[in-house]
């Protein structure tokens, strides 16, 4: 699979403060990849410098094939981005808002209209397409903005905190979006401030505090860095249970429930069964706990999740 965004030693101060420092960044074609981190881990900063917005101080960077440093135009033709805040005209329709970004990207008069049109469809926008922005709601404006982005069909967008101040369903109608873009073969690059989102989106989440990755894999593998995960077995009754016990070196609880420290990886638990099997101990039922992205935020920076989230 080709990388669609590779960044080695990417280095950003603003006077003494340092921002980036090294940072090593990878994402494959067609997949989500999230930054996760608390306030000023250098998230935005980070987006800012991959769509050209900021100059880097050092490092490489390649975006869709092309180097950030020695043709920045040809990475802002591949690329869209969407910020914290809406970019719309408030003087122009929905409808006119992409016609502008048509005749902005060069596209004729026919075909921007017919790209205007598929894109109103597909973010659910027909019906308010002749009103302005002004009487959208929030994740109507957040919709539009990305349709604006999508009119020059880039390779690559970068989402910064999307769904930040959405109600839960814009947010849910903000992600179907991710989702479909994905499908149709895009890269996408999110920052969020909400854990939840991260792991219902991206097939790989990096944690960046302090302007480094201290972290990166999928939400499960993120998950099983963290210790306190278990599985939990049940049993028939409580003699079962005390043999369970007796097999597998736990204490026998009350009741009829054991629970038997681990990740809950396939493997693990393959050999979990098998020790149970071999000793004629039958398990009733299993669930596997594993901390979550939360726990994760919270082992990784030292901070809780809950400072990202906004009031």
């Known amino acids: 699979m080709t990388d669609a965004i590779s960044v080695r030693g990417l280095r950003k101060s603003f006077g003494p403060k340092v921002v980036l420092d090294g940072l090593d960044l990878t994402v494959p074609e067609g997949t989500v ?16 410098v991959l769509s050209t917005l900021t100059p880097a101080d050092g490092g490489e960077v390649r975006v869709a094939g092309h180097d950030l ?27 006119e808002n992409l016609r502008l970004m048509a005749d902005l990207h060069h596209l004729g008069r026919q075909e921007g209209r017919r790209r205007a049109a598929e894109l109103l469809e597909r973010f659910d926008l027909v019906d308010a397409a002749g009103q302005v922005p002004s009487t959208y709601s929030g994740g109507m404006r957040r919709r539009l903005d990305l349709a604006m982005g999508l009119m020059g ?13 959405l109600d839960p369903r814009s947010r849910r109608a903000m992600w179907d979006a991710v989702r479909g873009l994905v499908a149709d ?37 993120l998950k099983r860095l963290v210790p306190g995960g278990h599985v939990r077995l049940q049993f028939g009754d409580a003699a079962t ?56 935020f919270l082992a990784l920076t ?10």
Not at 153 to 165: A, H, I, K, S, Y
Not at 206 to 212: A, H, Q
Not at 255 to 275: F, K, N, S
């Open 153 to 165: 069909r880039p390779r690559v967008v970068f989402l910064d905190e999307p769904t930040t101040g």
């Open 302 to 311: 030292g901070r809780p999740a809950a400072e990202e989230v906004p009031a």
């Open 185 to 221: 073969g895009v890269t996408i690059l999110l920052t969020t401030q909400y854990l939840e989102e991260a792991d219902q989106l991206a097939d790989r989440i990096g944690v960046l505090d302090s302007g480094r990755l201290v972290a990166e894999g999928t939400a499960d593998e």
């Open 241 to 296: 249970v005390r043999a369970a016990a007796r097999v597998l070196g736990v204490p026998a609880a009350d009741g009829l429930v054991l629970e038997v420290p681990g990740d809950g990886g396939v493997a693990e638990l393959r050999a979990l069964l098998a020790r149970l099997d071999d000793a004629r101990v039958d398990v009733a039922a299993l669930t596997v706990h594993t901390p979550d992205l939360d726990d994760v």
């Open 33 to 48: 990849h999230a930054l996760l981190g608390p306030n000023g881990a250098g998230k935005t900063t980070t987006v800012d």
């Open 69 to 95: 440093a020695r043709e920045p135009r040809a990475v802002r033709a591949a690329i869209a981005l969407t910020g914290q805040f809406s970019a719309v005209d408030a003087l122009l329709t929905g409808a």
